[in-house]
């Protein structure tokens, strides 16, 4: 297998008994001002971050996560903000979930408050994520429907969205969508570069673009498949390294193969060893640090991460907690069922 030039001064390093030492997260739980299931973060600096979930929730801090402002949808107020996506401390845009209109994506700035972008026109559609490049162009990615891939393209910060012509990407497969769970279905890199994780109906792959979307090629995973399995997560720390997670969600009380890394840009993978915790992984994260990386996982039955590239994994809580995001900064935060959050440091 082809190792990347990271990966490759990580093995080297632990090869010569040189490695440095490796790094350790800190969890301190934060006092959340909400209950409501907390399902997507996304993290501006060392400081801000934003959080979303149901009954048309989304919190913001600026402080690091001692002091968090709630925010509503009211006009909505079941819809379910299963992603969320923040341009900077201000002006955010958030995606709800479910079938038909209930799947919306609208721009949210502190200043002028909501302008609703798009609301899904068709009765089978259901959106699962959304991610941008840059702040004028992104992608969302929702279930197929009548044997097509449905990804939307934007190219003005979310103002509108187009669907990319299905003729434009591959077959869809029977059932083949995504996990509406943490908000990480997509993984963008500068210059174009997009990974979109699929599952369900016995659908597991990569699809991936490298031209801002004009055209897409797919590539095969070792993941568990099934009705209700496959990628809930995936994570491209560079262009050649990343992170898959999922699992069967129907499967809670034992192991399948739900964890691996790529670092050929997501053309072929290979499982880690097995995690601490059991059951599907909904969330996930994996960040360079300390001239090693730093891989997390999180789901309904805990958290796990690996400072080794999955040979060994350690127990960071057994809570549940369906999304988590890392910040180069060593910030960190995983939300999760009941408005749980936990404060994340990377020492």
């Known amino acids: 297998m082809h190792i990347s030039k990271n990966l490759g001064v990580v093995l080297l390093l632990t090869a010569m008994g040189c490695a440095p030492k490796p790094t350790t997260v ?125 990804v939307l393209k934007t190219v003005d910060g979310g103002r509108s969205w187009t669907r990319l012509d299905p003729k434009s990407l591959p077959p869809a497969g029977e059932g083949e969508g995504g996990f509406a769970a943490s908000g990480a279905c997509i993984s963008t890199r500068p210059d174009g570069k997009a990974w979109i994780g699929t599952g369900a109906g016995g659908n597991s792959r990569v699809l991936c673009t490298s031209d801002f979307g004009q055209t897409w090629e797919t590539y095969e995973v070792p993941m568990v498949k099934g009705p209700s399995a496959g990628i809930t997560s995936i994570r491209m720390s560079d262009d050649q390294t990343g992170l898959i997670v999922g699992g069967d969600l129907a499967i809670t009380d034992q192991y399948t193969n739900n964890v691996a890394l790529t670092d050929d840009g997501g053309k072929t993978w290979q499982l880690t060893s097995h995690p601490v915790t059991k059951g599907a992984f909904y969330g996930s994260d994996l960040i360079p640090r300390d001239n090693a990386f730093v891989m997390i996982a999180s789901g309904p039955n805990g958290i796990d991460y690996s400072t080794d590239l999955g040979r060994t994994f350690i127990n960071l809580d057994t809570g549940n907690y369906w999304a988590v995001d890392l910040h180069p900064s060593g910030f960190g935060l995983a939300t999760g069922t009941d408005g749980k959050i936990l404060k994340l440091t990377l020492e």
């Open 26 to 150: 800190k969890k301190a739980p934060i006092t959340s001002p909400t209950k409501a299931l907390l399902q997507a973060i996304s993290i501006v600096d060392e400081k801000t971050a934003w959080v979303s979930g149901h009954k048309a929730t989304f919190l913001r801090t600026v402080n690091g996560g001692s002091d968090w402002r709630t925010f509503t949808y009211e006009l909505i107020d079941s819809l379910q903000f299963r992603d969320i996506h923040a341009f900077t401390s201000e002006e955010i845009v958030l995606m709800s979930a479910g079938p038909g209109n209930l799947s919306r994506i609208f721009r949210f700035s502190i200043q002028k408050g909501f302008e609703e972008t798009y609301v899904m026109p068709y009765e089978q559609g259901f959106l699962n994520t959304i991610e941008f490049w840059d702040d004028e162009r992104g992608l969302a990615f929702g279930d197929s429907f009548n044997g097509e891939l449905f």
